[in-house]
C-alpha cells in the first residue's frame, strides 16, 4: 500500500522559515513527479510546487517562487519543501502529491498519491 507522510509543519511568524518532508512508502518513486499543493483556509487547493522524476521539470507556484525550494532525496524515497520567508497568506494545510508519471506539473488530477496533509501557520 502506497503511503506518503507530511511533516514538519507548525506556526512560524512572518518571515520565518519551515521545512516540510514528505515520506513516501509503499512503492519506490524515484523516477517519478512529486509535488506539493496546498489548500488555505476557504480557499480551493492550489499548486505550489513540482520536482519531475528526471530531476529536471521543476516548477513553482508564482506566489511562492524565489522563497520556496523543492527537492527529493531519492534514496529516501523523500521529497521536501523549504520555505522561507513565510508569510501570512502562505497559511494553509500542505498536501504531499506523487505522480505515477515522470512528469505531471501544476495538475492535481495527473497525481495519484496524496498524503493526509500538514498544517502550516504564518503569524502576522
Known amino acids: 500500500q502506497v503511503k506518503l507522510v507530511e511533516s514538519g509543519g507548525g506556526l512560524v511568524q512572518a518571515g520565518g522559515s519551515l521545512r516540510l518532508s514528505c515520506e513516501a512508502s509503499?512503492?519506490?518513486?524515484?523516477?517519478?513527479?512529486m509535488g506539493w499543493f496546498r489548500q488555505g483556509p476557504g480557499k480551493e487547493r492550489e499548486f505550489v510546487a513540482t520536482?519531475?522524476?528526471?530531476?529536471?521539470?521543476?516548477y513553482y507556484a508564482g506566489s511562492v517562487e524565489g522563497r520556496f525550494t523543492i527537492s527529493r532525496d531519492n534514496a529516501k524515497n523523500t521529497n521536501y519543501l523549504q520555505m522561507n520567508n513565510l508569510k501570512p497568506e502562505d497559511t494553509a494545510v500542505y498536501y504531499c502529491?506523487?505522480?505515477?508519471?515522470?512528469?505531471?506539473?501544476?495538475?492535481?488530477?495527473?497525481?495519484?498519491?496524496w498524503g493526509q496533509g500538514t498544517q502550516v501557520t504564518v503569524s502576522s
Open positions: 502529491a506523487a505522480s505515477r508519471a515522470s512528469v505531471a506539473g501544476t495538475l492535481e488530477r495527473l497525481y495519484e498519491y
Open positions: 509503499g512503492r519506490s518513486f524515484a523516477g517519478n513527479a
Open positions: 520536482y519531475g522524476g528526471s530531476g529536471s521539470s521543476i
